[in-house]
């Protein structure tokens, strides 16, 4: 089926290919990041942008065609990427999903050349996936929804989609033959700054009726946005709107194939509990974009999932990186790799909210497995880019709490329970320290985030 036939009804347009066959495929894609003024000929201090020679002291490192750790993307990054996702699986490709953040943060042109530049970014979509469907959503980088945006992604887009998409940047893709509803949040209503806005108030009424009715037409639902819910990202979701998105998924979470979100540029899951009981998981993909942060660089990622047509149920999913060391060193092209497969690299029988459970359960450090398992999940990670020696026991232990407690007090309690017991144990541990200097920055993240 073609972009072209979208203007055919509503039932039409999201009948995807192969809506009998068992298994399929679909991409998650995010944070491209993508500056229009990068150059390889850029400086690390301007943000891998061209130098004023006359300012310049000429002692800056060079910067590679593929991207640098310290810059947002280049042209030459996403293109390489496009080519790549063309490569594998194509006939077998649903659709895409594609999570936000496209202009790099520091691209401060004016409306105009922002919105070419997502034209762009739009333009290398469509021609990679010339016979896709592509559900983008949007990062707390991307422009509010206007109308300009919806004429951008109209193509991609049913009617019903748009109306809602163009007032509050969120919609609801139905499929009536596969049973499976793609439900595209804007979390950028989640954050404090907008929490109180007549637009998030519509769209929990529409969540919920969404929801609602999903449940009654038995249908089972993917969640799509930029920001996963929990404490340990700037950018997120307030307190209320974080209690409120868990309880919703809580409530429906027998319905919830599956929650899928990017923004904090590294592979990483989260767990939902309802008394203690797991009931959902969310699935964050690392960026497109390569990331350096205190804790460490990541490398480019894309991800390709194999699911169940019919009942959505996510099968696995097998993540590709590109070395961008190796990548820059190199005359060709760059050549993105398979990095591993979910359930065979974490022994995995299925994926599933107790099996991510039993997975994170397993992080937590005290056996010579537990470190090994850990040291594991930090290469997926930071996409294969050796970060290991920025991550002590205090690191580690925050990492399951981010992925266990997700609520904003609970979250708190569970790094604060870690310090009291390193404490009373001995202040001659090495983990205190660390550990209690995590507290400060986490309590200086939650307050001025």
Not at 77 to 82: D, T
Not at 87 to 102: A, C, K, M, P, Q
Not at 206 to 234: C, F, Q
Not at 272 to 279: E, G, K, L, T
Request: aromatic fraction near 12%; include cysteine; glycine fraction near 6%.
């Amino acid at each position: 089926m073609k972009t072209a036939n979208l203007v055919l009804t509503f039932t039409c347009v999201v009948s995807f290919t192969g809506t009998h066959a068992k298994t399929g495929y679909f991409w998650h894609i995010t944070d491209f990041h993508y500056d229009p003024l990068y150059t390889s000929q850029g400086d690390t201090r301007r943000h891998c942008r061209r130098a004023d020679e006359r300012g310049s002291s000429g002692h800056h490192r060079a910067v590679g065609r593929y991207g640098d750790y310290s810059c947002d993307s280049s042209l030459d990054l996403i293109e390489s990427a496009a080519r790549y996702m063309r490569t594998r699986h194509s006939e077998n490709v649903e659709f895409v999903l594609w999570t936000g953040d496209i202009i790099a943060a520091r691209y401060n042109a004016n409306e105009d050349d922002r919105y070419q530049a997502i034209r762009n970014m739009t333009d290398l979509l469509s021609r990679t996936f010339s016979s896709h469907f592509v559900f983008p959503v949007l990062g707390h980088l991307d422009p509010a929804p206007s109308e300009s945006l919806t004429n951008l992604w109209m193509h991609w887009l049913p009617l019903e989609a748009l109306q809602t998409f163009k007032y509050g940047g969120y919609y609801t893709i139905e499929q009536k033959q596969s049973k499976l509803r793609i439900v595209a949040l804007n979390t950028n209503l989640f954050s404090m700054r907008e929490s109180n806005s007549p637009q998030t108030r519509s769209q929990w009424l529409w969540l919920n009726t969404t929801l609602d009715k999903a449940t009654e037409n038995k249908e089972m639902v993917y969640i799509v946005g930029h920001a996963a819910p929990g404490s340990d990202s700037r950018h997120g979701y307030d307190s209320a709107s974080n209690a409120n998105y868990l309880r919703t998924i809580r409530r429906h979470a027998r319905i919830i194939a599956g929650q899928f979100f990017g923004h904090l540029h590294a592979d990483t899951f989260r767990v939902i509990y309802d008394n203690d009981r797991p009931v959902s998981w969310a699935l964050l993909a690392p960026s497109v974009s390569p990331h350096r942060d205190p804790s460490g660089s990541s490398n480019p990622g894309l991800r390709l999932y194999k699911f169940d047509t019919n009942t959505g149920k996510v099968l696995d999913y097998t993540q590709y990186y590109l070395d961008l060391a190796t990548a820059n060193r190199n005359v060709g092209a760059a050549e993105w790799t398979a990095e591993y497969n979910l359930t065979q690299y974490y022994g995995l029988h299925e994926v599933s909210p107790i099996s991510l459970h039993n997975l994170a359960d397993k992080l937590r450090i005290g056996t010579p497995y537990e470190t090994t398992m850990f040291n594991k999940y930090l290469r997926a990670y930071n996409a294969r880019h050796d970060s290991s020696d920025a991550c002590d026991g205090a690191c580690a232990h925050q990492h399951f709490c981010a992925i266990t407690c997700l609520e904003h007090l609970a979250y708190r309690q569970c790094v604060e329970a870690a310090a009291s017991a390193l404490a009373a144990a001995g202040k001659s541990s090495p983990l205190v320290a660390p550990l209690m200097n995590t507290l400060v920055i986490l309590f200086i993240v939650v307050m001025f985030v």
